[in-house]
T-cell receptor, first 115, second 113 residues
Framework: EPEVTQTPSHQVTQMGQEVILRCVPI?????FYWYRQILGQKVEFLVS????????KSEIFDDQFSVERPDGSNFTLKIRSTKLEDSAMYFC?????????????FGDGTRLSIL | GENVEQHPSTLSVQEGDSAVIKCTYS??????FPWYKQELGKGPQLIID?????GEKKDQRIAVTLNKTAKHFSLHITETQPEDSAVYFC????????????FGKGTKLSVKP
């Protein structure tokens, strides 16, 4: 069964540094998402992306964050000037349709640790 | 803001018993309600979903019910097995037409052999 793959599985970064999290969505999917999950808490929506532009973003997704689809397969989340509170699991998801949240499939996440 | 409440936070059952997890949502425009299972070290896995034009949906041992008037939906797992042990999240789509999901806080289900 096709799956969403994320790399790296664990990223350790010094506070203030930039980090890029990478995702390869399912190949025939057109809508892409990033979510985060702080340890022990709920999964929170960050941003959705379609047709090379942001569709929706949450209050969490401020100027510190950016997303990009640099080629036909990768989807990246960049966090500039990382802060301690950015430590979390970051999940990428993809779906065939962006209407109504349909059938989003998640990767296994990148654990981001900010020191 | 929009919110999804999920209960209970932990649930322990004996193998073979049924498990029920309940969620309520606040956004009246929500029309899509998925359930995810998250095992340790893994991402959320979609196990079943339901749309607002349907009151109940079943897939083998898993069923979901939706009461749109009351704004609540439930996950039912019958004949539970130890491999059902995981954290389960309910979610609802925000604004109805938008793609972002609002998640509940999760239920840690433990099935004792």
């Amino acid at each position: 069964e096709p799956e969403v793959t994320q790399t790296p599985s664990h990223q350790v970064t010094q506070m203030g540094q930039e980090v890029i999290l990478r995702c390869v969505p399912i190949s025939n999917h057109l809508y892409f998402y990033w979510y985060r999950q702080i340890l022990g808490q709920k999964v929170e929506f960050l941003v959705s992306f379609y047709n090379n532009e942001i569709s929706e973003k949450s209050e969490i997704f401020d100027d510190q964050f950016s997303v990009e689809r640099p080629d036909g397969s990768n989807f990246t989340l960049k966090i500039r000037s990382t802060k301690l509170e950015d430590s979390a699991m970051y999940f990428c998801a993809s779906s065939t349709s962006g209407t109504g949240g349909e059938s989003q499939h998640f990767g296994d996440g990148t654990r981001l640790s900010i020191l | 803001g929009e919110n999804v409440e999920q209960h209970p936070s932990t649930l322990s059952v004996q193998e073979g018993d049924s498990a029920v997890i309940k969620c309520t949502y606040s956004d009246s425009a929500s029309n899509y309600f998925p359930w995810y299972k998250q095992e340790l070290g893994k991402g959320p896995q979609l196990i079943i979903d339901i749309r607002s034009n349907v009151g109940e949906k079943k897939d083998q041992r898993i069923a979901v019910t939706l009461n749109k008037t009351a704004k609540h939906f439930s996950l039912h797992i019958t004949e539970t097995q130890p491999e059902d042990s995981a954290v389960y999240f309910c979610a609802a789509n925000y604004g109805g037409s938008q793609g972002n999901l609002i998640f509940g806080k999760g239920t840690k289900l433990s099935v004792k052999p």
